[in-house]
């Protein structure tokens, strides 16, 4: 699903080029349309979330929001995947209430940027 995401379009399979991704309207913000004649019944298609956006450059955004956002750096290595050999990292653990607060701060981010959108 990152493709279209990132694109607002499927990605071509041989015979068929790219096609964009039709959405209904309701519930927003918008749910993919699959099956025949879907662009037909489509209210609207996604739009790319930025041009030129790639996983790699996802990661880099996703790392400076959780900065951003105050969050721990044992949290943000776990989030990231990455392992921290580090003697801090020996006595730092996550707990629910950091993840709450990542998740709650996301949350927040999302619902103003749906807002923004509409």
Known sequence: MFHPAATGRYPGKA???????????????????RGRNAAGRA????????PKLTPHGLRHTYKTIMVELGTPA????????????????????????????????????????LTARR
Do not use: F, N
């Not at 015979?15 to 349309?33: K, M």
């Not at 209210?43 to 930025?50: F, H, S, T, Y």
């Open 15 to 33: 015979p068929l080029p790219a096609r964009p991704v039709p959405v209904l309207a309701d519930p927003w913000p918008g749910v993919p349309v």
């Open 43 to 50: 209210d609207a298609c996604w739009l790319p979330i930025a």
């Open 74 to 113: 044992t949290l943000m290595d776990d989030q990231m995947g990455h392992e921290d050999g580090s003697v801090q990292a020996r006595y730092a653990h996550i707990t629910s209430g950091m993840t709450e607060r990542l998740l709650g701060g996301l949350t927040e981010l999302w619902l103003a940027a």
